[in-house]
Structures are given as structure tokens and as C-alpha cells.
């Protein structure tokens, strides 16, 4: 089956910089769609960053100039550059592939930004 796993969440000092990524394995074509969303524990599921598989970038307000969207098609992996992070960052972050009639989704990494 298809699946998405994230990697390189972690701590991180306010003002700090990460980078996650997520490949995908299984039966797969290059998806149409990849992206990023986060979850802070009894808060609503929200929207981080897009990017279509010829490489058109979407960002959430809160991450623009902050955050960077990149892919790798023949790869299968999406990426996310964090810059500046801030305590309000701090969430579990999900990636996804979208092809044309269902998503799939990772199972989440956990990224902390504390002093």
C-alpha cells in the first residue's frame, strides 16, 4: 500500500531553522498534489503549504517569508524549510500526496520550538 513518512522534526530554539521531509513508497505516480498541515492538540487541523507536481507553491499566511515548499518528483518526497520558528510553530505536522480521487497521509512529526 501507499504510504507517506515524515522525517526531521525535533526541538528547536525560537528563531531556528528545520527542514522536514516525507517520501512516499508504494504503487504510486508523481502525485498532483503534496503538502503540509499541523495540529496542535484540541485546536483545528490547519493548512501549512502546497505544491503541485510541476512545482506552484501555496502558503498559509502565518508561514509566508518564513517557510519554503520544495519537491523531488522522481524521488516522491516533498520537503519544508523552516526559518524563523517561533513558540507558535510548535505542533505535530503532517504531509500528504493528493492524486485524483483520494489523499494519503503521513503519520505525523513532532516539531517543538522552546528556549
Known amino acids: 500500500q501507499v504510504q507517506l513518512v515524515e522525517s526531521g522534526g525535533g526541538l528547536v530554539q525560537p528563531g531556528g531553522s528545520l527542514r522536514l521531509s516525507c517520501a512516499a513508497s508504494g504503487s504510486v505516480a508523481t502525485f498532483y498534489f503534496m503538502g503540509w498541515d499541523r495540529q496542535v492538540p484540541g485546536k483545528q487541523r490547519e493548512l501549512v503549504a502546497t505544491?503541485?507536481?510541476?512545482?506552484?507553491?501555496n502558503y498559509a499566511d502565518f508561514v509566508k517569508g518564513r517557510f519554503t515548499i520544495s519537491r523531488d518528483n522522481a524521488k516522491n518526497t516533498v520537503y519544508l524549510q523552516m526559518n524563523s520558528l517561533k513558540s507558535e510553530d510548535t505542533a505535530v505536522y503532517y504531509c500528504?500526496?493528493?492524486?485524483?480521487?483520494?489523499?494519503?497521509w503521513g503519520q505525523g512529526t513532532q516539531v517543538t520550538i522552546a528556549s
Open positions: 505544491i503541485s507536481s510541476t512545482g506552484s507553491a
Open positions: 500528504y500526496g493528493q492524486t485524483a480521487i483520494v489523499t494519503f
